[in-house]
């Protein structure tokens, strides 16, 4: 029996999360696949509880655990603690780097229903369906940081270090990745002024001789960047280091027509972590105005990854599909002629579809 740890977090990550297991539920009863599942606390709710955002029975648990489902962690209630005890660093850095993650995927998929949401033109958009494979425990956000006076004034520092091994192992996902889709990688970089961006370069030129298959691109992030909005139906696999990927994956979510649509999925080690890409967002927090749909996603591609039940994950992203062409919508998602739902309701109606297949 399939073990599932609930890591609900802070702020609407209280509301998502249960519509997750509502979709994992009703996959379940259609594939004859029970899950269990166990809750913990992580970020600012466990700070608030015990004083450590990422307590060592939460670790335990997740270590224990087939999978684990996270909801969104941090807010302003805890900005003012010292760094470490901060949710973002103080528990998802930790967590990422104690579980072995070092890779981030995250699929931008603009659904038939939401096209009109896009900030961008259709005739742009339409046939937008790329994947972001972000490297996840090394470069700016993993580096030596400190602050010091240093003639009279203060300077940070933050050090940006990747390491041969590191690259190989994040491309050779990528390329992996692309083989099982379009046959086509972008390698984003910055290797006309960074070190590390030379040296990323190099790698997966070198690395490209084993996927002859594979069409290998290189393109600087800043026009990366430029080219998602420009012409984002372009990309098919993108591969990129860690501060870079966290800003692209962020652009491309508003593509989709909200943020509230990427689903992410975080693996490398033992255990996989599944999360949306969006925060907690407590201005809205308990009014049931959360989408749902990237935490249920992220179910599916948690039910993909770690549980080889393709059938399933196909079958909360039809449910996703169909849900959405009947107009049913969230407030982030409203347009004119919409049903507008609650976040549970969103929930209840993605289960009912997954049932009815």
Known sequence: MPEILLLPGDGIGQEIVPEAVKALEAAGKRFNTVFRFKNALIGGAAYDDCGNP???????????????????????????????????????????????LYANIRPAVLFPGLIDASPLKPEVVTGLDLMVVRELTGGLYFGTKKREFVDGEEQALDTLVYKTGEIVRIGRLAFQMAQKRRKKLTSVDKANVLASGRLWREVMIKLGQEYPDVELEHIYVDNCSMQLVRRPAQFDVIVTENTFGDILTDEASVLTGSIGMLASASIGGKVALYEPSHGSAPDIAGQQKANPLATILSAALMLRFSFNMEDGARAIEDAVRQVLSDGYRTPDLMQSGGNQVTTAKMGDLVAEYILRG
């Open 54 to 100: 990422l307590p060592e029975e939460t670790l335990r648990l997740c270590n224990e655990s087939d999978a684990i489902l996270m909801g969104a962690i941090g807010g302003p209630k805890w900005e003012h603690l010292p760094v470490h005890l901060r949710p973002e660093m103080g528990a998802l850095l930790p967590l990422r780097k104690k579980l072995g």
